[in-house]
């Protein structure tokens, strides 16, 4: 480093982090092999030189998915932007021409270089706070706290969890039970506990992600930080949901963190994000895609011991921040056998601590429809959620809310989390054979209206074959709709050739 009038020269410190992030992952590039070691190191917001992050994304998704890394395929895999963005196909080899022989040595150095700025950052914003803020003794132990958890060993501290917990507040009735405070339905109730591992669990397309993103966007607009672990989409389809919900554009630049992961994380990593969570006093942190993450970090999905062992690693740090952790995770298709559990061991409910739903599709989301899915509640250990839910009928579980997305444009959709509302005739709450029966009935209702319009096409009365013939659809639906429409009197009859009974459409209400 040199200086010039006492100052660092930022130039030229930016210049040698610059050539160690080409080092690092120029010879990651060339030996794929290093990628597991040196992501114990760095992470990818240590990168800040454009082709160097694209390129140890793109390596480390590749390498998890057991794909090839040669500079070919690597080619193929890049967007048309992001192949731009490196320099064309000419930046993979002018990127693996930066190779050296211990990647993991300068990736050790890339670190440091990362924590130095890191508390440089700290430390010019205590100067900034000290020349502004009159509370000198606040800003000390604020920037004292900072420092603290900077330090090399902050990460490693023992915690406090074995120490004896005070029972005075159980014991003299002053406790108060935690309450579901994030999130909200349209009634403003609560949807989940803050610091407390929560979850969603349905089947795909059910609306697991919409939920989420509405639960999302009520926090922004509440001014607090969310943070979006997402191992399922893309920034592309994720926030372009969120804007497609009506979220400001500056609001989610400013309060929305979004995070892909493409390798496991290490334990230095999961400590660096949860003291970010943590300093940003972020109420919601979202992990979409449970599955995929524990397949990811190596973890057997049908565990029990390998799925509390995620929850130790992953949701119970994030939730320990005090931000409600709210994992998304997918059901086994079969209903029967579903239960409460979602796809895996039945720990996955065992290790949830606050509220855990269910989400039950009742119509198709969609372009031009309103789609529609039902909340559940499939366990609620502080008990304050399901008080604000009815009863399930076919179903046992509580009935919490109900998701509505309505398509109204391509570039605007309105969500709801309703409040439930029983209906008699409401399919979600009908037992088996009564909702068969529902069914049946719609539709010899709408075959009702296809048969008269049928008939009153028809240049002559047509016999019941004929009607069948020309409607499409089961001939059992269509002859229930041809008799009803007979005894309402919407059709009449005439006695044809060999006694055959002609149906036609009154005069009077022909088209």
Same mark, same amino acid.
């Given at each position: 480093?040199?200086?010039?009038?006492?100052?660092?020269?930022?130039?030229?410190?930016?210049?040698?982090?610059?050539?160690?992030?080409?080092?690092?992952?120029?010879?990651?590039?060339?030996?794929?092999?290093?990628? =597991?070691?040196?992501?114990?190191?760095?992470?990818?917001?240590?990168?800040?030189?454009?082709?160097?992050?694209?390129?140890?994304?793109?390596?480390? !998704?590749?390498?998890?998915?057991?794909?090839?890394?040669?500079?070919?395929?690597?080619?193929?895999?890049?967007?048309?932007?992001?192949? /731009? /963005?490196?320099?064309?196909?000419?930046?993979?080899?002018?990127? @693996?021409?930066?190779?050296?022989?211990?990647?993991?040595?300068?990736?050790?150095?890339? +670190?440091?270089?990362?924590?130095?700025?890191?508390?440089?950052?700290?430390? #010019? @914003?205590?100067?900034?706070?000290?020349?502004?803020?009159?509370?000198?003794?606040?800003?000390?132990?604020?920037?004292?706290?900072?420092?603290? *958890?900077?330090?090399?060993?902050?990460?490693?501290?023992?915690?406090? *969890?074995?120490?004896?917990?005070?029972?005075?507040?159980?014991?003299?009735?002053?406790?108060?039970?935690?309450? =579901?405070?994030?999130?909200?339905?349209?009634?403003?109730?609560?949807?989940?506990?803050?610091?407390?591992?929560?979850?969603?669990?349905?089947?795909? &397309?059910?609306?697991?992600?919409?939920?989420?993103?509405?639960?999302?966007?009520?926090?922004?607009?509440?001014?607090?930080?969310?943070?979006?672990?997402?191992? &399922?989409?893309?920034? &592309?389809?994720?926030?372009?949901?969120?804007?497609?919900?009506?979220?400001?554009?500056?609001?989610?630049?400013?309060?929305?963190?979004?995070?892909?992961?493409?390798?496991?994380?290490?334990?230095?990593?999961?400590?660096?994000?949860? /003291?970010?969570?943590?300093? %940003?006093?972020?109420?919601?942190?979202?992990?979409?895609?449970?599955?995929?993450?524990?397949?990811?970090?190596?973890?057997?999905?049908?565990?029990?011991?390998?799925?509390?062992?995620? @929850?130790?690693?992953?949701?119970?740090?994030?939730?320990?921040?005090?931000?409600?952790?709210?994992?998304? *995770?997918?059901?086994?298709?079969?209903?029967?056998?579903?239960?409460?559990?979602? %796809?895996?061991?039945?720990?996955?409910?065992?290790?949830?601590?606050?509220?855990?739903?269910?989400?039950?599709?009742?119509?198709?989301?969609?372009?031009?429809?309103?789609?529609?899915?039902?909340?559940?509640?499939? !366990?609620?250990?502080?008990?304050?959620?399901?008080?604000?839910? %009815?009863?399930?009928?076919?179903?046992?579980?509580?009935?919490?809310?109900?998701?509505?997305?309505?398509?109204?444009?391509?570039?605007?959709?309105?969500?709801?989390?309703?409040?439930?509302?029983?209906?008699? *005739?409401?399919?979600?709450?009908?037992?088996?054979?009564?909702? #068969?029966?529902?069914?049946?009935?719609?539709?010899?209702?709408?075959?009702? &209206?296809?048969?008269? $319009?049928?008939?009153? $096409?028809?240049?002559?009365?047509?016999? $019941?074959?004929?009607?069948?013939?020309?409607?499409?659809?089961?001939?059992?639906?269509?002859?229930?709709?041809?008799? +009803?429409?007979?005894?309402? @009197?919407?059709?009449?009859?005439?006695?044809?050739? +060999?006694?055959?009974?002609?149906?036609?459409?009154?005069?009077?209400?022909?088209?």
């Amino acid at each position: 480093m040199t200086e010039h009038d006492g100052a660092p020269d930022w130039s030229a410190r930016d210049e040698q982090r610059t050539q160690l992030e080409q080092a690092v992952v120029g010879t990651v590039l060339v030996n794929p092999h290093q990628f =597991a070691e040196v992501a114990e190191v760095i992470t990818a917001d240590m990168l800040r030189y454009t082709p160097a992050r694209i390129v140890w994304d793109l390596l480390g !998704k590749r390498i998890g998915e057991g794909e090839p890394t040669d500079y070919l395929a690597l080619q193929l895999a890049l967007s048309e932007d992001d192949l /731009r /963005r490196i320099g064309g196909p000419v930046g993979l080899s002018i990127l @693996g021409g930066h190779t050296v022989g211990d990647a993991l040595w300068h990736a050790e150095r890339l +670190r440091k270089h990362a924590r130095r700025e890191q508390i440089s950052g700290h430390l #010019r @914003g205590a100067i900034s706070r000290i020349e502004q803020d009159d509370d000198l003794d606040a800003v000390l132990d604020d920037v004292s706290t900072s420092l603290a *958890d900077l330090g090399e060993g902050a990460a490693d501290a023992p915690t406090s *969890d074995w120490a004896e917990v005070d029972l005075s507040p159980v014991l003299d009735g002053t406790y108060k039970p935690v309450q =579901a405070t994030v999130g909200a339905r349209n009634d403003g109730v609560g949807l989940f506990y803050p610091g407390r591992v929560n979850g969603i669990q349905g089947e795909s &397309e059910a609306g697991k992600s919409w939920v989420a993103l509405v639960c999302c966007l009520v926090e922004i607009n509440r001014g607090n930080h969310v943070f979006y672990i997402d191992f &399922e989409d893309s920034e &592309e389809g994720t926030v372009g949901r969120l804007l497609l919900l009506g979220a400001n554009p500056d609001d989610v630049r400013t309060y929305f963190h979004y995070i892909r992961p493409a390798s496991a994380p290490a334990t230095s990593t999961i400590k660096a994000l949860c /003291r970010r969570v943590a300093a %940003l006093e972020t109420t919601l942190v979202i992990l979409d895609g449970v599955t995929e993450a524990m397949t990811m970090m190596g973890l057997e999905l049908k565990e029990n011991t390998e799925i509390a062992k995620f @929850g130790r690693m992953l949701l119970r740090p994030l939730a320990d921040t005090g931000a409600a952790a709210v994992s998304l *995770d997918h059901v086994v298709k079969s209903t029967e056998s579903r239960g409460r559990y979602a %796809l895996g061991g039945v720990h996955k409910l065992n290790g949830v601590d606050g509220v855990q739903y269910m989400l039950e599709a009742v119509r198709p989301f969609g372009v031009n429809t309103e789609g529609r899915s039902r909340l559940r509640v499939a !366990k609620d250990r502080p008990a304050q959620v399901r008080r604000h839910a %009815l009863p399930g009928g076919k179903n046992p579980m509580h009935w919490f809310a109900d998701l509505v997305i309505a398509w109204k444009s391509d570039d605007f959709s309105e969500a709801h989390l309703y409040p439930p509302i029983q209906h008699d *005739d409401d399919p979600a709450e009908m037992t088996a054979k009564e909702e #068969r029966e529902a069914q049946e009935e719609a539709e010899v209702k709408e075959r009702a &209206e296809a048969v008269i $319009k049928a008939l009153s $096409k028809a240049t002559e009365p047509l016999s $019941k074959t004929s009607v069948e013939e020309l409607v499409p659809g089961r001939a059992t639906i269509t002859r229930r709709a041809l008799t +009803r429409l007979v005894h309402e @009197g919407r059709v009449e009859t005439t006695t044809g050739p +060999r006694n055959a009974v002609l149906h036609s459409v009154p005069k009077g209400d022909a088209e």
